[in-house]
């Protein structure tokens, strides 16, 4: 199955921005917005919802915890048990350093590795589509030709509207 995809390039991010908020008012299925630096509010214009990566890396910092403060336990209160100066076998506060270190590595493994799972990067990745100069010195807005949202035309009408330097388009196999 094949898709269209139109790709406009803009000099400003006030251009990306203008013809993204149309884009996204006449219906038009917006893929993605390449920008040489981060642009504020652009995630709700192109209608990318709120991470949920900050769930994911709670969730790894609490099994970090929960397993590193049950492997000392384990160790010092189960498995060996070793009477050192009177001390108790499973003393809490002993504990909470290396707990806590074992909290930060698996919470910054977690989250990275789901990062790279949900957004589907991976060694030998090929890019669908070649952005020329992106990431020095233009933007660009990719969107995708469905639904007849707006007919095939309109496309370079619509770049040329709000500034587009430069835009193609191109059919990909998917």
Aim: overall charge negative; hydrophobic content about 45%.
């Amino acid at each position: 199955m094949s898709r269209r995809i139109h790709v406009g390039f803009f000099e400003n991010p006030h251009d990306l921005l203008s013809a993204a908020r149309e884009c996204r008012e006449r219906g038009v299925a917006i893929l993605d917005a390449r920008t040489p630096f981060p642009i504020h509010g652009i995630d709700d214009v192109i209608g990318i919802p709120r991470s949920r990566l900050g769930f994911v890396c709670c969730a790894f910092g609490a099994a970090g915890l929960f397993l590193g403060l049950l492997l000392q336990h384990w160790t010092s209160a189960v498995d060996w048990p070793i009477n050192v100066g009177g001390k108790p076998f499973d003393s809490l506060p002993a504990f909470v350093p290396v707990g806590f270190e074992i909290m930060i590595l698996l919470a910054g493994l977690g989250t990275a590795g789901a990062f790279l799972v949900r957004s589907r990067l991976r060694p030998g990745r090929k890019e669908p589509i070649n952005l020329e100069r992106v990431t020095d010195d233009r933007f660009a807005l990719v969107v995708e030709e469905k639904d007849a949202a707006l007919p095939g035309e309109e496309y370079a009408l619509l770049w040329r509207r709000h500034g587009a330097v430069d835009a193609f388009v191109e059919r990909i196999e998917s």
